[in-house]
């Protein structure tokens, strides 16, 4: 009897937890676990235009990759509506570096491990309050070792760098604590 007492108490929390909002009286703003605080009376779209790959050193799938995360961050954390033109928020930019570089050095002084990072220029435009614009850089990075290719890699780095990037643009955008 105590087991299933507990139960219900724990997922009558859980469920009142995942309905968290708070109305301030002339707004509503939603307050979810992922940070994410916007006045969806104000804003309800967002346009995203494809950030094309611009680095000297290009990786063919990469572009795509990151369009279809950063679409899809918004999309799952978000109640946005994503328009293609005339959006409330509106999102580009352009890849502006993909590259690698020798990070450690081994005892017998040879690069014992590479880094490798991605650079994504992202202008962001608040139609509902200029005052939120910003053009900026975000960049992540991932190290692996020498003695693996980067063929046998990249894809898995450049996933992880992909969502770091999008959550950096993410927190820059959608999260106003």
């Given at each position: 009897?105590?087991?299933?007492?507990?139960?219900?108490?724990?997922?009558?929390?859980?469920?009142?937890?995942?309905?968290?909002?708070?109305?301030?009286?002339?707004?509503?703003?939603?307050y979810t676990f992922n940070g994410a605080s916007i006045n969806y009376d104000e804003v309800k779209t967002i346009q995203i235009n494809e950030f094309p790959n611009r680095s000297p050193y290009v990786?063919?799938?990469?572009?795509?990759?990151?369009?279809?995360?950063?679409?899809?961050?918004?999309?799952?954390?978000?109640?946005?509506?994503?328009?293609?033109?005339?959006?409330?928020?509106?999102?580009e930019g352009e890849i502006t570096r993909y590259?690698?570089?020798?990070?450690?050095v081994s005892s017998e002084g040879y690069s014992a491990q590479t880094e490798l990072s991605i650079t994504v220029n992202v202008r962001f435009t608040n139609n509902k309050n200029h005052k939120e614009?910003?053009?900026?850089?975000?960049?992540?990075?991932?190290?692996?070792?020498?003695?693996?290719?980067?063929?046998?890699?990249?894809?898995?780095?450049?996933?992880?760098?992909?969502?770091?990037i999008c959550d950096q643009i993410f927190n820059a955008t959608a999260v106003n604590w």
């Open positions: 009897m105590r087991n299933k007492l507990t139960i219900i108490v724990c997922m009558a929390s859980v469920l009142l937890l995942s309905a968290c909002k708070l109305n301030l009286g002339l707004f509503e703003s939603s990786w063919g799938p990469m572009a795509s990759m990151f369009n279809n995360e950063l679409r899809d961050k918004f999309a799952n954390n978000t109640r946005l509506s994503q328009v293609k033109r005339n959006g409330d928020w509106k999102l590259d690698q570089r020798n990070k450690g614009d910003f053009e900026r850089q975000f960049t992540a990075s991932q190290s692996y070792e020498t003695t693996q290719s980067l063929n046998s890699v990249q894809e898995e780095l450049v996933t992880q760098m992909i969502t770091d």
